[in-house]
């Protein structure tokens, strides 16, 4: 299958699975793939001969949404959010809760792939002795709508390549090595709980300080789909509670219920 092809069927149907194609552009490698191997499962010519198969099946909708998951994760991806979140908005969520009179501060990693989002925080909030300085204890929780990628979070096993970017020191302390993998230290595992959920349907019951939904709603939802579950979203949010986004990401113009603090990061007022 050509790449103009894949393009001009993702055009198509990308709008009726709610997704924009916008977001899939520079990433649509990994979606043409698993469709051209959908091809081959089903015995099929080529995309023409699919697009007529998933008007005439239309459970094969599921199975095409599945393929269009666009799955890009490493630990402490975009190294100045962690940062911030480490010198800056942790700390101002650890007042916020201990003002509140909460025991514990909760986190959500909506989208959480492999874990790595999970995972970078636990280890923040573990090296950082936050819970010594705060005597508050942590729970996040992370969901995403692909069992296969919980399973690899639960098993907390990675390779080097998924590692790059966080701090060395870190690495040292939270991971042990075991031929080409390394392996994340139960300490670090003990604050999160993995749920398989899909953000369009589904969301943890929960109030939450910190919400973390980077590289997903805002990049491959439509707009009618994003102002359904941002609204969702802030709702779960405490008072004052914060909303972390992608780097390359924004809010919507017209969605007010949240004040920008800086790139990425929004609060909701208390």
């Known amino acids: 299958m050509k790449d103009t092809e894949c393009v001009r ?24 793939k698993r469709i051209q191997r959908r091809l081959v499962e089903l015995g099929l010519s080529d995309i023409d001969a699919y697009q007529s198969y998933l008007n005439t099946h239309p459970e094969e909708w599921t199975i095409l949404d599945h393929y269009c998951r666009i799955t890009i994760s490493r630990f402490y991806r975009d190294k100045q959010i962690f940062q911030h979140l480490h010198q800056e908005l942790l700390p101002q969520l650890i007042q ?4 509140r009179g909460d025991t514990e501060l909760v986190c959500w990693s909506a989208g ?24 508050l204890s942590l729970r996040i929780i992370a969901t995403d709508a692909n069992a296969y990628l919980l399973e690899r979070a639960r098993t907390g096993y990675y390779q080097w390549g998924s590692l790059t970017e966080i701090p060395s020191d870190w690495l040292a302390q ?40 980077r590289n997903l709603v ?39 219920q949240m004040q920008a603090v800086q790139l990425g990061v929004y609060r909701k007022e208390g």
């Open 9 to 32: 069927f993702l055009q198509w149907a990308l709008p009726q699975l709610n997704l924009r194609w916008a977001g899939f552009r520079k990433v649509r490698k990994q979606a043409c």
């Open 96 to 99: 916020l809760a201990q003002e």
């Open 174 to 213: 939270a991971f042990t090595k075991s031929d080409k993998f390394y392996c994340i230290r139960p300490e670090f595992r003990e604050a999160i709980e993995f749920k398989q959920q899909d953000i369009r349907t589904t969301m943890p019951s929960e109030s939450f300080h910190l919400i973390l939904c």
């Open 112 to 135: 959480c792939a492999s874990g790595e989002e999970a995972y970078t925080l636990s280890i923040i909030w573990y090296l950082a002795k936050l819970s010594q300085i705060s005597h």
């Open 218 to 256: 805002l990049t491959y939802f439509d707009a009618d789909l994003q102002q359904k579950v941002l609204s969702r979203i802030v709702k779960r949010l405490v008072p004052g509670g914060v909303f972390v986004v992608g780097s390359h990401e924004a809010l919507p113009s017209n969605f007010r």
